[in-house]
């Protein structure tokens, strides 16, 4: 059974830091990774897609990367920003149902 | 860019009673249509998914006579919480899928329900 985990649950940094949200999971064999962002009683936005086949993807300051054999993927922020405070959740996809499997999600505070 | 929205935003009922939640989306036609549960500071769940015209598939654990679900359209998905009960209160997130070979989903800003 496939298995999220998100470290850490939460992370406070003063603006300004570059920082790094980590995801792993248990089974290899995934169709596609996204990271989403969630603030507080909001629905999802979804930030980064990343297919089995590709190892990054990049969107103005974040990058995400994916390693399948080792199973995990790293969310990269650069130059944080208060307004990137929220939850951080990455999700994987096993087939081309696009059934999510959800982590718990890493609550990130940027300080002013 | 897609847009799905949710109604209502936010549900009182007492319990007993039977609850439906909308799930549309706006600006295109989704294929697929998943429903998702998210209690307190815990991570979503899926608890269906939704395909137009036919029945939908739930996840072990969620009993479907309890959460009807209807995709009625390829823009429309309806989520009926029935006999509602206190533990039902959550938050319902739908996303909608669009068809294709990356297959983005797209998610609604979610219910809250409140179940007395």
Redesign the interface.
């Known amino acids: 059974k496939q298995e999220v985990t998100q470290i850490p649950a939460a992370l406070s940094v003063p603006e300004g830091e570059n920082l790094v949200l980590n995801c792993s999971f248990t089974d290899s064999a995934i169709y596609n990774l996204?990271w989403?962002r969630q603030d507080p009683?909001?629905?999802?936005?979804?930030l980064l897609?990343i297919?089995s086949s590709q190892r990054e993807q990049t969107s103005g300051r974040l990058n995400a990367s994916l390693d399948k054999s080792s199973g995990r993927s790293t969310l990269y922020i650069a130059a944080s920003q208060p307004g990137d405070s929220a939850t951080y959740?990455c999700?994987v996809s096993l087939d081309?149902?696009?059934?999510?499997?959800?982590?718990?999600?890493t609550r990130l505070l940027v300080r002013p | 860019g897609a847009v799905v929205s949710q109604h209502p935003s936010r549900v009182i009922c007492k319990s007993g009673t039977s609850v439906k939640i909308e799930c549309r989306s706006l600006d295109f036609q989704a294929t697929t249509m998943f429903w998702y549960r998210q209690f307190p500071k815990q991570s979503l769940m899926l608890m269906a998914t939704s395909n137009e015209g036919s029945k939908a598939t739930y996840e072990q654990g969620v009993e479907k006579d309890k959460f009807l679900i209807n995709h009625a359209s390829l823009t429309l998905s309806t989520l009926t919480v029935t006999s509602a009960h206190p533990e039902d209160s959550s938050f319902y997130i739908c996303s909608a899928r669009v068809g294709g070979v990356v297959g983005e989903q797209y998610f609604g800003p979610g219910t809250r329900l409140t179940v007395t």
């Open positions: 996204q989403f009683g909001k629905g999802l936005t979804s897609l297919q959740l999700a081309s149902s696009y059934k999510l499997i959800f982590g718990s999600g």
